[in-house]
């Protein structure tokens, strides 16, 4: 069946490192991915897309990589700062909707 | 902020009750979702309102079921309660089935 999971729960960074928040996916058909960022307290932020026509998608710091061999999607955040501490979530559209399927996210942890 | 607000912030009830949660959605959308997101999970989709119909639904039994107002405006009622519906219920608005913008969120606890 269609998954969507992170390969790691924690991530610990120091501020102003790039942080490297990684996804795998099994549903070799899907063709759109979206990353959201969930802070304490508030509901989950759209960061960044992409389809499946596109290896690689930037945005203001962040970076979106897919590999459509190997089934896997990175988040690149660039000079990691105190706010980005987050959960941050892949997800999978479900079947051509923007109703996401979303994994277990990975915590990102900045340290000043 | 989204525009997308949810109340109340926190409740608790005890099991066998019943729980109704509200979700007014961003100005100028049509679609409301609702999700389920226990601690250390990621959201679950419970199901979907699109101009006042049920438009899709995940794996819920019926004692969630939710209604779309014509303001666009939601609820989410939950009968019966158990323990494992403790919970963050986060709803998302859009308009027709483009991005999501997520509330806030209801915290639900059932003892």
């Known amino acids: 069946g269609e998954s969507v999971g992170l390969h790691l729960p924690t991530l610990s960074v120091q501020e102003g490192d790039n942080s490297i928040i990684n996804c795998a996916y099994s549903?070799?058909?899907?063709?759109?991915f979206i990353w959201y960022k969930q802070e304490s307290g508030k509901g989950p932020q759209f960061i960044i897309d992409i389809r499946s026509n596109m290896d690689k998608r930037q945005g203001q710091r962040v970076t979106v990589l897919l590999n459509k061999t190997v089934k896997h999607l990175s988040l690149q955040i660039a000079a990691t700062q105190p706010g980005d501490s987050a959960v941050y979530f892949c997800a999978e559209p479900r079947g051509g909707s923007y109703i996401p399927t979303f994994g277990r996210g990975t915590s990102l942890i900045v340290h000043p | 902020e989204t525009g997308v607000t949810q109340s109340p912030t926190h409740l608790i009830k005890t099991r066998g009750q019943q729980v109704t949660l509200r979700c007014s959605s961003q100005s100028g959308h049509n679609t409301v979702s609702w999700y389920q997101q226990a601690l250390g999970q990621g959201p679950q989709f419970i199901f979907q309102y699109y101009r006042e119909e049920e438009n899709g639904r995940g794996n819920f039994p019926p004692r969630f079921s939710g209604l779309q107002f014509p303001n666009y405006s939601s609820e989410l009622n939950v009968n019966a309660l158990e323990l494992d519906d403790s919970a963050l219920y986060l709803c998302?608005?859009?308009?027709?089935?483009?991005?999501?913008?997520f509330g806030p969120g209801t915290r639900l606890t059932v003892l």
């Open positions: 549903n070799s058909a899907s063709d759109y």
């Open positions: 998302a608005s859009s308009l027709d089935y483009n991005e999501q913008f």
